[in-house]
């Protein structure tokens, strides 16, 4: 898939954005494609490491593999027209890298897809297309969120881990933990309810 | 297609528009990996039945996709330290109930739970309602326990086992699969031992019964053992004695759970005393009362007092009402 680096030192992968980008460079001239190519350099140095951590958490070793997520998230960044417009790179990656997983998956992808679809009505995109301006939540709902999650039991956390950020099927859940699926389906009735009554307060 | 399941049925979720519930509950489902082409109609029909239906299906959406966007959130779902989801809630009043000079923490919002942690790693829990509070409290393996009102657990986790004692009234025990860590709940005339399950237990004056409603349960006392599986029922019917081992009715059985007192062919005299569980007024049978009178009833603790009234007139019953208490006795 993609050549893997474990240590964005090694690696500088935006030094001939001009020709592997060439599509997505907005035609502003030289000058903005030397800007992009400091500003992707820069974001993958920063990040590329901590990225990869965020998510071998939560996919271990794969699959899929941190590595092969975190490079085609960059990837995705890469691809952006208007990357002045990206609010948080950090967050951009990491989202983008967890939908890719997402969509590693086959059944994960459909309904995501079908669902995303039913928001903005654009029927031909995937959903790791996201818009570099999009925000789903702002500062202070996502840190009441953060609050209620980190009150969330550890069977919670496991439910809503595994379902919602590796894309696992109640199958797969419990195969893995034992748990019936009927009590998955009401584990995550239960977490979205405590979640959204956080933001409602 | 069925709708997919609604939150908020245990009385543990809070209160929120029937709207939001439906909403998340497609969100879920479809999000799942089940979803199929008749799935996604239904929720198109449901989605399209007015704009409040298209709005609250996007604030779900919102919170599900946004969920990534949550700072640290990778280590805050790989946290299994119990001290964060233990923290209190900030904003529901409670009272606090201190083991032996442990640190404690505080579970659920209301009533009352407790976790002390000693030196051993040994985990102390007690937890316990008030007449008229029905409260589920969420435990450090991930189990779930529901108690009734005026009800009481207390018990200890240790790394080799997890010993729960039902002190008082009734429980629903939603036990996490632990094989490495059987749980044991004693109440003083029986004991019941799971891997991972989930069943009742009502203790009353005379008698207790344990229903399961998932999974398997071994159920002993000093002279009796009986296995029971999804769907069976046993109630201890004197000292150290279980009787047959009986199939039940879970709606009706398990339905305390939503504030509905459910009964089908039983004493006046458990009736009452389940009833003391939430009346605002203690209920008390006066000695010439018919303890043993058998009734079918079903009826929310909300309406304790119309129902008692509706006793009164259809059966041979005074009720008799003062400020402190309800009386029934035989009537003339």
Redesign the interface.
Known sequence: MHAKSSCPDNVVPFSTLGETHSAAVSPGGQDDEVERTRFLNHVFRQHYGELVG??R??HGAGPPEPEDIAQAAFSKLAGVKDFKRIHSPR?FL??TA??LGLNS?D??R???N???N??DGNFASDVEEISPETV??GKQ???R??MA??????????I??R???R?Q??ADIRKD????E??I??Q???I??????E??? | MKMPHKPGQTGKCPPDTRLDAEARAWVIELSSGHATPAIERAFNDWRTMSPRHDVAFKRAWRLWDGLAEVEHVEQILTDRDNGAPLRPAPRISRRWLVGTGLAASLVCAAGIGVLSVSSTGAESIVLATQRGEIETFDLSDGSQITLGGASEVMGQFSAKARTLRLVEGNAYFDIARDPARPMTVDTHQLQVRVLGTRFDIKKRPDSVSISVDSGHVRVTTREDTRDLEAGDQVTSVAALRLGPVQSFNPEKELSWRTGRLSYIDTSLGDIIADINRYSDRPVRLASDAPANLRLTVSFSVQQIGHVLAGLDTAYPIDVNETEDEIVISKAF
Do not use: H
């Not at chain 1, 999650?149 to 496991?158: A, F, H, S, V």
């Not at chain 1, 979205?192 to 009554?197: D, E, G, R, T, V």
């Open positions: 965020r998510l958490k939560i967050a990491f989202r967890i939908n998956r059944k994960i459909r309904g995501r079908f669902l995303s039913q928001v789903l939540m709902e996502l840190e969120v953060s999650m980190q009150r969330l039991t550890p069977k919670q956390k496991e809503l881990l379902s919602r950020f894309g099927t109640y933990t034992g748990w019936s009927a009590d389906s009401r995550l009735a239960r979205m309810a405590l979640l959204q009554s933001l409602g307060r």
